[in-house]
């Protein structure tokens, strides 16, 4: 990578130099019990269930709620009389439900019916979904529109949580999780008129409707027949080997969307010379992953990024301040955070109560050396005017927080790590810790036993430092290490920049490195609460997929020959979050950009204090 100074001429990340799954979701036995809120029954309001441009008649209409027993658990079926679709497909649900007291999500189905075909038909394997979300939005104005464009949308955003129409939910320590996809479902399609986008995606987002119209057409294929042969094809192309076969069109859809590398081309074939949605992909995509783009919010040379515990993204900025996004991508700062010591900042993380810690490289304060800023949830610094810096912080370009209340701070300007407490007080002595292994340190991430796991740049070497600092372990393993993260079963997984591979390290100091295709100047790390590994490529596709140590064959490829999400336009890949809802985020250093690949990970407990989490 170049040096520090070619950052400010060209805008792109850098490799720092010296100063001069395939998840298969589990299925949970217990839902939700339904409480009653006093005078919800009364709610009443209308749809209509379409197959492509066809009305859907004679279809059941059920409203659920979703369960809250853990992921994919049973959902509480909440109508207290049959309603079934008319001639034209429309339905009424007059006060024939209770909103329930625990707050989980709504989403409302299509089941069965007839697709406009002649005589007496009923295809069982019509599943049409709306995610509705939050009860309150259900009013006596509230038309839904069920198709397959909302099933689409439903699928990606619902992925971690759904199994089948009458299997979604989450724990309920993830309602939060569980909430913020419900929301992003809405994002990608407007359940009252079934189309993409949702009318509430913020003007700075950027969706690929196209794919969702082209997973709708697909779908519609079954929908608008009898249930045989074209339902057949659907369900044995969106399978794979060692799964089960879908039975219905939201099992299917469900099936793509967490596959999203199976079969891509056969199942895009499906898709009529007319089909019924007219704005979708003209050739198949490379793979079904869906990304959401945004840009704003004061984003400049984005590097680094947090998820807070309500699913708030923030992301660290090169060129001196931070941006905050909330869970469906709307801009909280419209010209970012700015202040409080900001400059030149790297690296971010956040704390238990959602204090955002950020590293800045070079100030006016401190001998030009450098400081750390923290911000609350209001974007306010309590760090002071020019953020902490005591404990010999020197060019600091990373920072990680422990779970007891701790926050590393990786020094490249001299090699040395600072331990601070929670209130900013240097804990690792006046000049942190160190020694001469520790060569350029750029990147840091903590295990359960509070260690410091560092990655040495310079020194093609990681660390690890214990955290009283009298014990420092050096392992000769890489290749320019640029990212580093700790997996649930203390092994270090390394981005290794030049070596264009990923080495892991177990905790005895084993080293194995691997390689795939797709992986090409890998910047950024991280791993989900499967123990899945996922590496954002900075010159190449945006993800690498590889299976953690967990797996059957740990280092494996679990994305495709051209990684995922190639068909998006991400401008040098830089860094990796996951939130609570299975979501990816991945921060564009080169085109000030924030995507977010919706349901392609295992949720992750936010803010990550340490090791990830089952939120």
């Not at 979703?66 to 034209?88: E, W």
């Not at 419900?182 to 079934?194: D, P, R, V, Y």
């Not at 057409?217 to 079954?222: D, E, G, K, P, S």
Request: hydrophobic content about 40%; aromatic content about 8%; some cysteine.
């Amino acid at each position: 990578m170049p040096c520090l100074t070619s950052i400010l001429k060209s805008l792109r990340p850098v490799l720092l130099l010296p100063p001069a799954l395939v998840l298969l979701v589990g299925c949970g036995v217990s839902g939700n019990v339904i409480t009653p809120i006093s005078g919800s029954s009364a709610i009443s309001f209308a749809g209509r269930a379409m197959g492509g441009q066809q009305p859907v008649s004679g279809a059941v209409i059920q409203l659920y709620a979703s369960g809250l027993g853990g992921n994919g658990s049973v959902a509480a079926p909440l109508l207290t009389r049959t309603v079934v679709t008319d001639a034209d497909g429309h339905f009424t649900i007059a006060g024939d439900f209770s909103c329930p007291g625990d707050s989980a999500p709504l989403y409302i189905t299509a089941s069965g019916g007839n697709p406009g075909l002649p005589g007496n038909v009923s295809n069982s394997a019509i599943a049409l979904v709306a995610a509705i979300g939050s009860c309150s939005n259900l009013t006596a104005s509230t038309y839904i529109n069920i198709n397959e464009v909302t099933t689409a949308a439903a699928a990606w955003a619902l992925a971690p949580f759904a199994q089948s129409t009458t299997y979604v939910g989450a724990s309920n320590s993830n309602l939060t999780g569980l909430n913020n996809a419900f929301l992003t479902a809405g994002n990608l399609a407007e359940i009252s008129t079934g189309l993409s986008p949702g009318l509430h995606l913020p003007s700075n987002a950027t969706v690929n409707s196209g794919k969702v119209y082209a997973l709708a057409n697909i779908l519609a294929t079954c929908v608008n027949s009898d249930g045989g042969s074209p339902c057949t094809t659907l369900f044995s192309d969106s399978k794979l080997s060692y799964t089960a076969t879908p039975v219905d069109t939201f099992q299917a859809a469900l099936a793509i969307v967490t596959h999203p590398g199976n079969n891509v081309d056969a199942l895009f074939s499906l898709i009529p010379s007319t089909p019924p949605f007219t704005r979708g992909l003209s050739a198949a995509p490379p793979d079904w992953t869906l990304a959401i783009k945004y840009t704003g919010g004061g984003l400049h040379a984005p590097s680094s990024l947090g998820v807070d515990g309500t699913g708030n993204i923030w992301v660290a900025n090169y060129f001196s301040s931070v941006s905050v996004f909330s869970p469906t991508g709307t801009s909280l700062f419209p010209s970012g955070i700015t202040g409080g010591g900001l400059n030149h900042s790297y690296g971010i993380a956040l704390d238990s109560g959602d204090n955002a810690w950020v590293v800045n490289q070079d100030t006016s304060v401190n001998q030009n050396k450098g400081s750390v800023s923290v911000f609350n949830s209001f974007g306010q610094s309590v760090a002071g005017a020019n953020g902490f810096i005591a404990g010999g912080l020197n060019f600091p370009t990373a920072i990680a927080v422990d779970s007891n209340a701790t926050t590393w701070v990786v020094n490249d300007g001299d090699s040395t790590v600072t331990l601070l407490s929670s209130s900013g007080m240097p804990l690792s002595g006046a000049s942190g810790y160190g020694n001469s292994h520790l060569v350029f340190p750029v990147a840091i991430a903590l295990d359960a036993a509070h260690n410091g796991w560092v990655a040495n740049q310079s020194g093609n070497s990681v660390s690890r430092i214990s955290p009283d600092g009298t014990q420092i372990t050096d392992f000769a393993c890489c290749n320019g290490p640029s990212g580093i993260a700790i997996d649930q079963n203390v092994y270090a997984w390394v981005t290794n920049y030049y070596g264009d591979n990923v080495s892991r390290i177990s905790n005895a100091g084993t080293v194995t490195s691997y390689s795939a295709a797709s992986i090409n100047h890998p910047q950024g790390i991280a791993v989900d609460s499967a123990g899945a590994v996922w590496v954002a490529n900075l010159f190449g596709a945006p993800l690498t997929q590889l299976a953690g140590s967990n797996f059957a064959t740990p280092g494996s490829s679990l994305s495709p020959t051209a990684g995922w999400g190639s068909d998006t336009d991400i401008v040098e890949p830089y860094s990796i979050a996951i939130d609570a809802s299975g979501n990816l985020w991945v921060t564009g250093f080169g085109d000030d950009s924030l995507s977010q690949f919706v349901g392609l990970a295992a949720p992750v407990k936010t803010p990550r204090l340490g090791p990830p989490q089952v939120p």
